[in-house]
C-alpha cells in the first residue's frame, strides 16, 4: 500500500487538486505548544568537499540564470527591431551569450560528474557508484503573503504568528542543505510532510498565495518558477531521491553489512524517482520528466545489482563449480541492465541531456562485468575438475546445461564437461572474450577526460584485465594451432531481484506548525464563512437554549425557537470558537459545556463562526456519505479535495490521470456538515 504522505504529493499542479484526510502525512496535531523542528540543516559556510561542491554549483546555477534572462531580452530586441545596424550589435551579443552559456553548462557538467566526492574513504577497490547532486533552490519569504491572509481568510490578527512563519521559513533554510545521513534524509521528509499542513491552511482551489518557488535543474542548473506547491513538492521529493543516491554511493562496500546498507538507499532512491514519474506528467525542469526519471530509475536498480554481485562476490568463498557459473551469471545479469540504462541514455530528449562522464561510465561498468562473466566462466571450467564420489556432479551438469542462451556449435556440453581439454579450450575462449571486453572498457575509460582523474575506477580495470591476461597466457599452449572458437553468450541469473521501496514518509513524526489557526478539517483555506460574531448569552429559567455536538471545535448543532441563544442571535450550524476571549478552538466538548456552565450571572461571550457551503450538491454527497459510511471512511472522504481548473498559465506541470473510472472520486465536501457523521453520542442540550 502506498504511504499517506506520498499519495498526498499527487496534486494536479494545473487544477489545484487538494488531498484527502487518508493522504495526510500523520495524525491531526492536538493541542500543545509549538516545539519547532529540531532537525538542522548542514552549516552552508562549512568547507568540506561537498559544501565546496554544492557551493560552487549553486554560483554557477545563479550565473546560467542571469545569461538565460540577458538573452531571452536580445532576442526579443532582436525580433522587435528594424535597425540594421541593431540587429548586428545584437546578434553579437547574442553569440558572446550563448558562448558563455555553453562555457558555463560544461564547467556545471563536471562538477555534476564528480562522483569521488560522494564515494566511500575505504581502502577498498572497488568500482565507483553514479551519485545524483541536490537541486538548488532560492530563498522563499512566507512572511507578507502568509500574514495577508490570515488576517483576510482567517480574520485574525497576523502578527501573533510571526513565531510560526518564522519556524516555517527556517525549516526551509534547513532543508536547502541536508546532511548526507539519516538525520537529513529526516529533515527532507519533515519539511515534505509540512507542506502537507501548508497546502491545506493557505492555498485555496482557485487562487495562489503569490509564493514564487524557484528551483534549479539538477544537471543543467536551468531555473524553473512555479507558484504551485505541488511543483515544491515534487523538488523535494526529487532530493529525498537525490541524498539516497549520495549515502548509497558513500557505502563501505568491502563488508556485507556495507553493500546491504547501499542496498537499501538505491532501492529506496528507484522508489522515490518512480513515484514521481508515475504521477507527474509534462514536469516544468527536464530532471522530472518522464524520461530522465525513468533513466534514473533504472540506474539506480542497475546500482542495486551490482551491488547484489559485490555480496555475492564476498559470500562466495569456495571455488566449486556451481557457485563460478552462479558469478558468472550474476555478473552478466549486471551488465545487462547497465545496456539497458545506457540505452536510455541515447534517447533522443536524454542524449544531449545526461553528462558524458555518466553515459561513459554506464558504458564502461556494462563491458567490465560483461567481462567478469566470462573471466568467472572460464575459471569454472578451468580450475574446477569433477570426480566421481563428488555428489553434486548432477547438479553440476544440469546448471551448465542451463548457462548459455543457446547450445554452442560441437560435442553436446555433457560431453565438454567430462573432457578436461574440451573444458580447457572452451575456458580459453571466454578468456578471450574477457580480454577483449576489458579492453573495451579500458578504452571508453579512455575517452572521457573525468573517468580519467577516478583512480580507483583505474584500478579495478587494470587489475581486472591483468587478471584474465594472466589467465589466458596460463591457458595457452604453444602446440595449441587450433583457432579459438567463439564463446557462446552466458544465460544472465540473479539470485536477488532489486525492489524499488517506496519513500516511508510516516516515519518522521510531525506537528502542524500553524495549528493554533485550529482544527484543519474546519479552519482550512477551502472552507468559507462569515465573520466572528461575539454572541452574549443569559442563562434563563430553561437554560441557554442551546444543543451542542462535537469536539475540536464544538458545534451548535440546534436552538431553541425563543430561547435565549437564538434570541442573543446564535444560530444551527455555528461553530464556537471562543468562550469569554479564551480560545476553545481544539477544546473538547466536555471542556466547553464546563464552561457554559460555570458562567456568572452577568452571563457568557460567545465568539462563533458560521461556514458557508458554496456547493449545495456536494453539502447533499457530504452528508449521504456521513450516514452511510464508517466514521473513519466518512472523515477521509469528507476532507478530500476537489478537482477545479485554474487559469494560472505557470501551472503546467500535471498529474497523470491514473485513477480514473475507479472508485469514488474525490471532492471538496462541505465541511458544515462534517460533524453530523460521527459525533452523534457527543450531542447533548444545554
Same mark, same amino acid.
Given at each position: 500500500?502506498?504511504?499517506?504522505?506520498?499519495?498526498?504529493?499527487?496534486?494536479?499542479?494545473?487544477?489545484?487538486?487538494?488531498?484527502?484526510?487518508?493522504?495526510?502525512?500523520?495524525?491531526? #496535531?492536538?493541542?500543545?505548544?509549538?516545539?519547532?523542528?529540531?532537525?538542522?540543516?548542514?552549516?552552508?559556510?562549512?568547507?568540506? $568537499?561537498?559544501?565546496?561542491?554544492?557551493?560552487?554549483?549553486?554560483?554557477?546555477?545563479?550565473?546560467?540564470?542571469?545569461?538565460?534572462?540577458?538573452?531571452?531580452?536580445?532576442?526579443?530586441?532582436? =525580433?522587435?527591431?528594424?535597425?540594421?545596424?541593431?540587429?548586428?550589435?545584437?546578434?553579437?551579443?547574442?553569440?558572446?551569450?550563448?558562448? +558563455?552559456?555553453?562555457?558555463?553548462?560544461?564547467?556545471?557538467?563536471?562538477? +555534476?560528474? +564528480?562522483?569521488?566526492?560522494?564515494?566511500?574513504?575505504?581502502?577498498?577497490?572497488?568500482?565507483?557508484?553514479?551519485?545524483?547532486?541536490?537541486?538548488?533552490?532560492?530563498?522563499?519569504?512566507?512572511?507578507?503573503?502568509? $500574514?495577508?491572509?490570515?488576517?483576510?481568510?482567517?480574520?485574525?490578527?497576523?502578527?501573533? /504568528?510571526?513565531?510560526?512563519?518564522?519556524?516555517?521559513?527556517?525549516?526551509?533554510?534547513?532543508? @536547502?542543505?541536508?546532511?548526507?545521513? $539519516?538525520?537529513?534524509?529526516?529533515?527532507?521528509?519533515?519539511? /515534505?510532510?509540512?507542506?502537507?499542513?501548508?497546502?491545506?491552511?493557505?492555498?485555496?482551489?482557485? =487562487?495562489?498565495?503569490?509564493?514564487?518557488?524557484?528551483?534549479?535543474?539538477?544537471?543543467?542548473?536551468? #531555473?524553473?518558477?512555479?507558484?504551485?506547491?505541488?511543483?515544491?513538492?515534487?523538488?523535494?521529493?526529487? +532530493?529525498?531521491?537525490?541524498? /539516497?543516491?549520495?549515502?548509497?554511493?558513500?557505502?563501505?562496500?568491502?563488508?556485507?553489512?556495507?553493500?546491504?546498507?547501499?542496498?537499501?538507499?538505491?532501492?529506496?532512491?528507484?522508489?522515490?524517482?518512480?513515484?514521481?514519474?508515475?504521477?507527474?506528467?509534462?514536469?516544468?525542469?527536464?530532471?522530472?520528466?518522464?524520461?530522465?526519471?525513468?533513466?534514473?530509475?533504472?540506474?539506480?536498480?542497475?546500482?542495486? $545489482?551490482?551491488?547484489?554481485?559485490?555480496?555475492?562476490?564476498?559470500?562466495?568463498?569456495?571455488? =566449486?563449480?556451481?557457485?563460478?557459473?552462479?558469478?558468472?551469471?550474476?555478473?552478466?545479469?549486471?551488465?545487462?541492465? /547497465?545496456?539497458?540504462?545506457?540505452?536510455?541514455?541515447?534517447?533522443?530528449?536524454?542524449?544531449?541531456?545526461?553528462?558524458?562522464?555518466?553515459?561513459?561510465?554506464?558504458?564502461?561498468?556494462?563491458?567490465?562485468?560483461?567481462?567478469?562473466?566470462?573471466?568467472?566462466?572460464?575459471?569454472?571450467?578451468?580450475?574446477?575438475?569433477?570426480?566421481?564420489?563428488?555428489?553434486?556432479?548432477?547438479?553440476?551438469?544440469?546448471?551448465?546445461?542451463?548457462?548459455?542462451?543457446?547450445?554452442?556449435?560441437?560435442?553436446?556440453?555433457?560431453?565438454?564437461?567430462?573432457?578436461?581439454?574440451?573444458?580447457?579450450?572452451?575456458?580459453?575462449?571466454?578468456?578471450? =572474450?574477457?580480454?577483449?571486453?576489458?579492453?573495451?572498457?579500458?578504452?571508453?575509460?579512455?575517452?572521457?577526460?573525468?573517468?580519467?582523474?577516478?583512480?580507483?575506477?583505474?584500478?579495478?580495470?587494470?587489475?581486472?584485465?591483468?587478471?584474465?591476461?594472466?589467465?589466458?597466457?596460463?591457458?595457452?599452449?604453444?602446440?595449441?594451432?587450433?583457432?579459438?572458437?567463439?564463446?557462446?553468450?552466458?544465460?544472465?541469473?540473479?539470485?536477488?531481484?532489486?525492489?524499488?521501496?517506496?519513500?516511508?514518509?510516516?516515519?518522521?513524526?510531525?506537528?502542524?506548525?500553524?495549528?493554533?489557526?485550529?482544527?484543519?478539517?474546519?479552519?482550512?483555506?477551502?472552507?468559507?464563512?462569515?465573520?466572528?460574531?461575539?454572541?452574549?448569552?443569559?442563562?434563563?429559567?430553561?437554560?441557554?437554549?442551546?444543543?451542542?455536538?462535537?469536539?475540536?471545535?464544538?458545534?451548535?448543532?440546534?436552538?431553541?425557537?425563543?430561547?435565549?441563544?437564538?434570541?442573543?442571535?446564535?444560530?444551527?450550524?455555528?461553530?464556537?470558537?471562543?468562550?469569554?476571549?479564551?480560545?476553545?478552538?481544539?477544546?473538547?466538548?466536555?471542556?466547553?459545556?464546563?464552561?457554559?456552565?460555570?458562567?456568572?450571572?452577568?452571563?457568557?461571550?460567545?465568539?462563533?463562526?458560521?461556514?458557508?457551503?458554496?456547493?449545495?450538491?456536494?453539502?447533499?454527497?457530504?452528508?449521504?456519505?456521513?450516514?452511510?459510511?464508517?466514521?473513519?471512511?466518512?472523515?477521509?472522504?469528507?476532507?478530500?479535495?476537489?478537482?477545479?481548473?485554474?487559469?494560472?498559465?505557470?501551472?503546467?506541470?500535471?498529474?497523470?490521470?491514473?485513477?480514473?473510472?475507479?472508485?469514488?472520486?474525490?471532492?471538496?465536501?462541505?465541511?458544515?456538515?462534517?460533524?453530523?457523521?460521527?459525533? @452523534?453520542?457527543?450531542?447533548?442540550?444545554?
Amino acid at each position: 500500500m502506498e504511504e499517506p504522505a506520498a499519495r498526498a504529493l499527487e496534486m494536479s499542479l494545473s487544477d489545484g487538486t487538494v488531498p484527502s484526510d487518508d493522504d495526510m502525512p500523520l495524525t491531526l #496535531p492536538t493541542e500543545g505548544s509549538l516545539s519547532g523542528s529540531i532537525r538542522k540543516g548542514c552549516d552552508p559556510f562549512a568547507q568540506t $568537499q561537498r559544501s565546496k561542491l554544492q557551493h560552487r554549483r549553486a554560483r554557477i546555477n545563479q550565473q546560467i540564470n542571469k545569461e538565460m534572462r540577458m538573452r531571452a531580452g536580445a532576442e526579443n530586441l532582436f =525580433r522587435a527591431t528594424t535597425n540594421n545596424k541593431v540587429k548586428e550589435t545584437v546578434a553579437l551579443e547574442l553569440s558572446f551569450v550563448n558562448s +558563455n552559456l555553453q562555457l558555463l553548462k560544461e564547467e556545471l557538467e563536471e562538477l +555534476n560528474s +564528480n562522483m569521488e566526492v560522494y564515494q566511500t574513504d575505504s581502502e577498498a577497490i572497488n568500482v565507483p557508484m553514479i551519485p545524483l547532486g541536490l537541486k538548488e533552490t532560492k530563498e522563499v519569504d512566507f512572511t507578507v503573503s502568509i $500574514q495577508d491572509f490570515i488576517c483576510e481568510h482567517y480574520g485574525e490578527d497576523s502578527s501573533l /504568528y510571526d513565531k510560526e512563519i518564522k519556524e516555517l521559513m527556517e525549516l526551509r533554510q534547513a532543508m @536547502r542543505t541536508p546532511s548526507r545521513n $539519516q538525520a537529513g534524509l529526516e529533515l527532507l521528509m519533515e519539511y /515534505y510532510n509540512q507542506l502537507y499542513y501548508l497546502d491545506q491552511r493557505f492555498f485555496p482551489l482557485h =487562487r495562489n498565495l503569490g509564493v514564487h518557488f524557484h528551483w534549479y535543474d539538477s544537471l543543467t542548473g536551468v #531555473p524553473s518558477s512555479q507558484r504551485t506547491l505541488a511543483f515544491e513538492k515534487g523538488s523535494v521529493l526529487f +532530493n529525498i531521491g537525490a541524498l /539516497y543516491t549520495q549515502i548509497g554511493a558513500r557505502q563501505d562496500r568491502s563488508a556485507t553489512a556495507g553493500i546491504d546498507r547501499a542496498i537499501d538507499a538505491f532501492q529506496r532512491a528507484a522508489g522515490a524517482f518512480n513515484y514521481l514519474k508515475e504521477n507527474f506528467s509534462n514536469a516544468p525542469s527536464l530532471d522530472m520528466s518522464g524520461p530522465s526519471l525513468c533513466m534514473l530509475v533504472r540506474l539506480m536498480v542497475s546500482q542495486v $545489482q551490482e551491488c547484489v554481485f559485490e555480496r555475492v562476490t564476498l559470500t562466495t568463498q569456495d571455488t =566449486r563449480f556451481t557457485s563460478q557459473l552462479r558469478l558468472a551469471q550474476e555478473a552478466a545479469r549486471v551488465s545487462d541492465v /547497465y545496456l539497458l540504462v545506457q540505452q536510455t541514455m541515447t534517447q533522443p530528449l536524454m542524449k544531449d541531456y545526461v553528462p558524458f562522464s555518466w553515459a561513459s561510465m554506464v558504458q564502461v561498468k556494462s563491458e567490465h562485468f560483461r567481462a567478469l562473466s566470462h573471466y568467472y566462466a572460464a575459471v569454472a571450467l578451468c580450475d574446477h575438475t569433477l570426480s566421481a564420489e563428488e555428489e553434486c556432479d548432477e547438479e553440476s551438469e544440469k546448471a551448465f546445461l542451463q548457462f548459455y542462451i543457446s547450445s554452442p556449435a560441437g560435442p553436446p556440453l555433457s560431453q565438454v564437461l567430462q573432457d578436461p581439454e574440451k573444458r580447457r579450450k572452451l575456458g580459453k575462449a571466454h578468456l578471450r =572474450r574477457a580480454v577483449i571486453r576489458h579492453e573495451e572498457a579500458m578504452r571508453v575509460h579512455s575517452l572521457c577526460k573525468i573517468l580519467r582523474k577516478m583512480d580507483i575506477l583505474q584500478d579495478v580495470l587494470s587489475l581486472t584485465h591483468k587478471r584474465s591476461l594472466d589467465k589466458y597466457s596460463e591457458l595457452d599452449r604453444e602446440d595449441d594451432f587450433d583457432e579459438t572458437a567463439e564463446a557462446p553468450e552466458i544465460q544472465s541469473q540473479t539470485h536477488q531481484k532489486p525492489d524499488i521501496t517506496p519513500t516511508n514518509f510516516s516515519t518522521v513524526q510531525v506537528t502542524d506548525i500553524f495549528q493554533r489557526l485550529g482544527p484543519l478539517s474546519v479552519f482550512c483555506a477551502r472552507a468559507r464563512w462569515g465573520p466572528v460574531r461575539v454572541i452574549c448569552l443569559q442563562r434563563g429559567e430553561g437554560g441557554l437554549g442551546l444543543t451542542l455536538r462535537g469536539d475540536s471545535p464544538v458545534l451548535v448543532a440546534g436552538v431553541v425557537p425563543g430561547g435565549c441563544a437564538a434570541e442573543a442571535g446564535l444560530r444551527e450550524g455555528d461553530y464556537i470558537v471562543a468562550v469569554d476571549g479564551e480560545d476553545c478552538k481544539w477544546a473538547k466538548h466536555g471542556e466547553v459545556v464546563q464552561m457554559l456552565k460555570s458562567c456568572s450571572d452577568r452571563g457568557v461571550e460567545l465568539s462563533v463562526v458560521t461556514l458557508h457551503s458554496h456547493d449545495t450538491q456536494l453539502e447533499r454527497r457530504a452528508i449521504l456519505l456521513s450516514h452511510s459510511s464508517g466514521k473513519e471512511n466518512t472523515r477521509q472522504r469528507l476532507l478530500a479535495g476537489a478537482k477545479g481548473q485554474s487559469s494560472a498559465s505557470l501551472l503546467n506541470w500535471n498529474r497523470k490521470k491514473t485513477r480514473e473510472g475507479g472508485g469514488v472520486t474525490k471532492r471538496l465536501g462541505s465541511t458544515f456538515s462534517l460533524s453530523f457523521g460521527s459525533i @452523534r453520542d457527543t450531542e447533548a442540550m444545554y
